[in-house]
């Protein structure tokens, strides 16, 4: 499994942007397989938000976040980041990363399909 740290979380006003960033611990890799963001939201399923694949850069979303985030690799960082706009109160949830090395990801996926998981960042939209 590979230990991986979010970062990038917080308060935001309605409309507003937040990028978030997923790294891999010291000794670990995010270059096999796929990368994915999930949220939870209190009193809400795990919700799978979008995901990119390490073979051909593909990437995926969930309806409710199409043409408002978008999903990247940072290979200078050495990260995978979530770029969130146009954010609305409905956003508000706990962002999770989480990556397997074998897998070919798409927005159909759910939590159970990936092996590591970092442990969360906040992030709030609310005036």
């Known amino acids: 499994q590979v230990q991986l740290v979010e970062s990038g979380g917080g308060l935001v006003r309605p409309g507003g942007s937040l990028r978030l960033s997923c790294a891999a611990a010291?000794?670990?890799?995010?270059?096999?397989?796929?990368v994915g963001w999930f949220r939870h939201a209190p009193g809400k399923e795990r919700e799978g938000v979008s995901c990119?694949?390490?073979?051909?850069?593909?990437?995926d979303y969930a309806d409710s976040v199409k043409g408002r985030f978008t999903i990247s690799r940072d290979n200078g960082k050495k990260t995978v980041d979530l770029q969130m706009n146009s954010l609305k109160p409905e956003d508000t949830a706990v962002y999770y990363c989480?990556?397997?090395?074998?897998?070919?990801?798409?927005?159909?996926?759910?939590?159970?399909?990936?092996?590591?998981w970092g442990q969360g960042t906040q992030v709030t939209v609310s005036s």
């Open positions: 989480a990556a397997d090395s074998d897998l070919y990801c798409s927005a159909q996926n759910g939590a159970g399909d990936f092996a590591s």
């Open positions: 010291s000794g670990f890799t995010l270059d096999y397989g796929a």
């Open positions: 990119i694949n390490s073979s051909d850069g593909s990437t």
